[in-house]
């Protein structure tokens, strides 16, 4: 069974910095890609980031690009979230969510699309 | 970006009734298009990829049709279970954009 399993969230003020981690089991993490999602109270989901297999390639919305950093320890199994100067506008719950993926040898590709999901981490950006 | 408009933003129905939402794409998507339920204080969940495959585990009274700009999810017999907001995304290109939402409501 696929489980995700996000950390690190909280309050911050604004221009701080924070570190989401997200701990995978029940598959073989390194052949998926994986993003991190995110939904502001009362609003609709937001991808922020993504982040290929083997880590080489890294995706970013324009709303984070140059703030945000996602990366992945393939090692650990665990995904991450570096988010710097942050911003009320970031307040959400954040959530990490597995990539469908299809292979074609010997590759594995993004999907861009969403089998699995964590159950989110709440970061405040507040003062 | 590939704009995402779903219709109606919000609906009220009753148990058996057949509920169908729209999606429509700001330019061709091709098939796709994924479909996604949310409970309050839940994660998502995918319930058709591709436009029109049914998720593993997902119950066939969801369906997804749909190619090109314009997509619906058919719900043929609403359930007390399947109360949620329903969102649609695009996996045509980066960034995967979602629809802003349809939230399914008891009558």
């Known amino acids: 069974e696929v489980q995700l399993l996000e950390s690190g969230g909280g309050l911050v003020q604004p221009g701080g910095s924070l570190r989401l981690s997200c701990a995978a089991s029940?598959?073989?993490?390194?052949?998926?890609?994986m993003s991190w999602v995110r939904q502001a109270p009362g609003r609709g989901l937001e991808w922020v980031s993504g982040?290929?297999?083997?880590?080489?390639?890294?995706y970013y919305a324009d709303s984070v690009k140059g703030r945000f950093t996602i990366s992945r320890d393939n090692s650990k199994n665990t995904l991450y979230l570096q988010m710097n100067s942050l911003r009320a506008e970031d307040t959400a719950v954040y959530y990490c969510?597995?990539?469908?993926?299809?292979?074609?040898?010997?590759?594995?590709?993004?999907?861009?699309?969403?089998?699995?999901w964590g159950q989110g981490t709440l970061v405040t950006v507040s003062s | 970006d590939i704009q995402m408009t779903q219709s109606p933003s919000s609906l009220s129905a009753s148990v058996g009734d057949r509920v169908t939402i729209t999606c429509r794409a700001s330019?061709?998507?091709?098939?796709?298009l994924n479909w996604y339920q949310q409970k309050p204080g839940k994660a998502p969940k995918l319930l058709i990829y591709?436009?029109?495959s049914l998720q593993s585990g997902v119950p066939s009274r969801f369906s997804g049709r749909g190619s090109g700009t314009d997509f619906t999810l058919t719900i043929s017999s609403l359930q007390p279970e399947d109360f949620a907001t329903y969102y649609c995304?695009?996996?045509?290109?980066?960034?995967?954009?979602f629809g802003q939402g349809t939230k399914v409501e008891i009558k």
């Open positions: 969510a597995k990539d469908e993926g299809y292979c074609s040898s010997p590759s594995c590709y993004p999907s861009w699309y969403f089998d699995s």
């Open positions: 029940g598959f073989t993490f390194s052949t998926y890609a």
């Open positions: 982040i290929s297999g083997s880590g080489g390639s890294t």
């Open positions: 330019q061709s998507i091709s098939s796709y």
């Open positions: 591709v436009a029109s």
């Open positions: 995304q695009q996996s045509y290109s980066i960034p995967p954009m």
